[in-house]
């Protein structure tokens, strides 16, 4: 990228997010969690972990591709690879991507969120993300998504390099499609198993129990049949336990998937600020059984419907490549819109958290 297309770049960055562009950095870590490897299809306990984040002035970005060098699918924005951390503490977003994702394939979200001011903590999301095999585990135990967010919390917390920069007293959580769905458990909602299974009896076509691109073979409309395997049966207890992360003080959804899952009764019970965006295009997770429950029974949610915007509009931006051999990028027409949307009202969402009465001006400390 030359001067004058950085400098471009970076002031559309300013009129996008209404605030001054940083340097982005990117940094990888892992954790685990004690379902990590019953979810991996190679039984791997590691949840990888990507980290954006305000960098020292001179830090070099490079662009945040997905494929093939030489033809790209995706570009997912830019950040320098292990750069220093500006001096600073600051608020923090855990960031959950969608079924079949990955981190990097939010990176357009998390970047921009890290050049205003933010740190973003990512996951890959085991046995349902884009880099290995989707399992049955993976794209059924959703609560997990949730706890796989509360582990990245606690092991960045703990890192000796980042750690030090973030302010636990401003946290949010943000996710797209399933990751919306984590997003709102991390913030308070609960899972209704048995809720989402009827849902799909009675709605088998509905966008989110019919087939996915990602999992052909893995319709939610069977989750009945799946679940009922003893080796799942093994966490469904768990299910309606209590997937919160303490401290969360907002949460964004992009065209959160599976609303139906959760507990009707334990949306209205939510007290920290929710914000949606969804698009009224999106046939993958219809607003109308989705999005809009969500938004009318959470206590001053609020929602913002997308003209023409589909779920797909909220991957990282699709590229020539792409259109030709990722079915999802057919459908992923209004890009930009989506973008520009999302990354608005999240800022103007997580701009809005206030520190704790308590605790104010000490470092991030670790969970317990």
């Known amino acids: 990228m030359n001067r004058l297309t950085r400098v471009l770049t970076l002031i559309a960055a300013c009129l996008v997010t209404g605030t001054a562009a940083a340097a982005v950095g990117e940094m990888h870590r892992s954790t685990s969690t004690p379902t990590a490897a019953l979810r991996d299809a190679s039984g791997s306990p590691r949840i990888a972990i990507t980290v954006w984040y305000p960098a020292t002035d001179g830090a070099i970005e490079k662009p945040l591709l997905i494929g093939p060098p030489d033809r ?28 079949g994702g990955t981190a990097r394939v939010m990176g357009w979200f998390g ?7 933010f740190i973003v903590i990512a996951v890959d ?5 884009g880099r290995s095999p989707i399992t049955h585990a993976g794209a059924a135990w959703w609560w997990e998504r949730a706890e796989d967010l509360k582990a990245a919390w606690n092991a960045v917390r703990k890192d000796e390099v980042i750690g030090p920069h973030l302010d636990a007293s401003r946290l949010g959580v943000a996710g ?6 984590a997003a709102l458990v991390a913030a308070g909602a609960r899972v ?8 799909c009896k009675a709605h088998p076509d509905d966008g989110v129990c019919a087939p996915q691109l990602e999992a052909p073979a893995m319709a939610a409309r069977d989750a009945d049949t799946a679940l009922a395997d003893p080796k799942m049966q093994a966490r469904l207890a768990d299910a309606p336990a209590d997937h919160s992360i303490p401290g969360v003080r907002a949460a964004f959804a992009m065209a959160p998937a ?6 009707p009764a ?13 698009g009224d295009a999106d046939t993958v997770a219809p607003a109308a059984t989705n999005a809009s429950v ?3 029974a959470i206590p001053g949610a609020r929602e913002d419907v997308l003209p023409l915007v589909t779920h797909y509009d909220f991957l990282a931006t699709c590229q020539p490549a792409a259109r030709q051999v990722v079915p999802q990028c057919a459908q992923a027409n209004h890009q930009a819109a989506a973008h520009d949307a999302a990354i608005r009202h999240a800022l103007q969402l997580f701009k809005g958290m206030t520190p704790r009465a308590s605790g104010q001006g000490t470092p991030a400390a670790p969970a317990r």
Do not use: E, W
């Not at 970047?111 to 001011?117: E, I, Q, S």
């Open 72 to 99: 790209p699918l995706f570009d997912s924005g830019r950040a320098a690879p292990d750069a220093p951390v500006a001096n600073g503490r600051y608020p923090v977003v855990l960031l959950s991507h969608g079924f």
């Open 192 to 199: 209704d198993v048995d809720h989402f299974v009827a849902f």
């Open 266 to 278: 334990s949306l209205p019970r939510m007290t920290v600020p929710v914000s949606i965006v969804v």
């Open 258 to 263: 599976l609303v139906q899952a959760l507990g």
């Open 176 to 181: 797209f499609s399933a990751g919306g769905f």
């Open 125 to 129: 999301h085991p046995g349902s993300n």
């Open 294 to 296: 969500a938004a009318r």
């Open 111 to 117: 970047t921009k969120l890290a050049a205003a001011g």
